[in-house]
């Protein structure tokens, strides 16, 4: 693999101009969100977490993907910016570093779009009529599917393709994508001559959080944690969180598996000896619900405190996080420009 070429090690920091043309000692890492809303904690242990920890060992590129908003959202674009912010400030408060990382906006560099239309000359239309997320979405949204909606994992593999990046840190659902990637990569490299690395999909550890009604977690069921919550809210939030509905009384046993208060005391509550003391009083019937969820809204605004201090800092500046993006997009804008310089070359374009 091209990542483990570049063994000279990097002393000082480079010039952030140079970033963009280095590949960090373990290879390039390309990963986005859609700018949907304000992030929540699924978001938060799901994937920022992770993310933040990887920009040490890896050069990180940070994608907000708002053109991939409009496969669904185009009815709404007055909420597009304000929803960019809320991700940006987000993100930050989660320890995502633009002196770390470089933030790119998609829409600002056209040549995301100028190569996946490119791409989208090697990639056949019942291939995409296969991708798992395109048969749920027009199954689940009951909707006649737009041709943006069909191409959305073109542009996703543009997006990856286009800074040559080797992983992508991503949730399940998003493997089928990174799949069509590398076979369009492949047939790229077949037909034109080693051009694109093959990206691999890394997958998050910790399994993914229930929502607050034990659904799946997703700002439009109105089940979520948001980041920004104050404790307040958090607290309300967790006190009226769906819990094992066939106990009525504080003395039935209860049921612990599948249960998502007991999921969050897993993910947030640092006293690991309570939490097995809970479960254990819990099946007996020997603690009550509201004891149990008292301690999980304490453990889960102790273990938010510190992000959340930052994010009040972030939102007295909200210039500040939209001028990052700008100029991460910015200091990218050289290696998207080089790659599609390079692929409009080997089509024959240029
Ligand atoms: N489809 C991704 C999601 O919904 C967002 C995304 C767009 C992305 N482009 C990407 C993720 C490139 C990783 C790499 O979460």
Redesign the pocket.
């Given at each position: 693999m091209t990542a483990a070429k570049s063994s000279t090690k990097q002393t000082a920091k480079p010039p952030k101009a140079a970033m963009a043309t280095l590949r960090g000692p373990r290879g390039r890492i390309?990963?986005?969100?859609?700018p949907t809303g304000p992030r929540h904690i699924g978001h938060l242990v799901g994937t920022l977490e992770q993310w933040a920890k990887m920009q040490d060992d890896y050069e990180c590129f940070f994608?907000i993907?708002d053109i991939?908003v409009l496969t669904t959202d185009y009815e709404h674009p007055k909420r597009i910016q304000s929803n960019i912010a809320d991700v940006m400030i987000d993100w930050l408060a989660a320890g995502l570093d633009p002196q770390k990382a470089t933030f790119v906006r998609?829409s600002a560099l056209i040549e995301h779009s100028l190569l996946s239309t490119l791409l989208g000359m090697l990639t056949t239309v019942s291939r995409l009529e296969r991708v798992p997320t395109y048969k749920d979405q027009i199954q689940q949204l009951n909707l006649n599917p737009s041709l943006g909606l069909l191409t959305?994992p073109v542009?996703?593999s543009a997006?990856?393709l286009i800074y040559k990046a080797n992983l992508?840190p991503?949730?399940e659902d998003?493997l089928p994508?990174i799949e069509l990637t590398r076979e369009i990569a492949r047939r790229f490299n077949s037909l034109y001559g080693e051009t694109f690395l093959e990206p691999e999909g890394l997958l998050t550890k910790t399994a993914r959080l229930p929502g607050t009604d034990n659904r799946t977690m997703h700002n439009s069921y109105g089940n979520t944690i948001k980041l920004g919550d104050s404790e307040e809210v958090t607290t309300k939030l967790v006190m009226s969180m769906y819990t094992d509905p066939k106990r009525l009384h504080a003395d039935d046993p209860g049921t612990v598996e599948g249960n998502p208060v007991f999921e969050y005391h897993d993910a947030f509550n640092p006293n690991k000896d309570e939490v097995v003391d809970f479960k254990k009083k819990y099946r007996e019937g020997k603690v009550g619900d509201v004891e149990v969820k008292k301690r999980l809204a304490e453990a889960l605004n102790e273990y938010l405190r510190p992000l959340r201090e930052r994010r009040a800092e972030l939102v007295k500046k909200p210039d500040e996080a939209l001028r990052i993006l700008n100029e991460g997009t910015e200091s990218a804008r050289p290696l998207v420009e080089a790659t599609t310089k390079e692929v409009l070359q080997k089509m024959g374009l240029l």
């Open positions: 390309l990963t986005g969100h859609r994608l993907a991939h998609q959305y542009l996703q997006d990856i992508v991503v949730g998003q994508h």
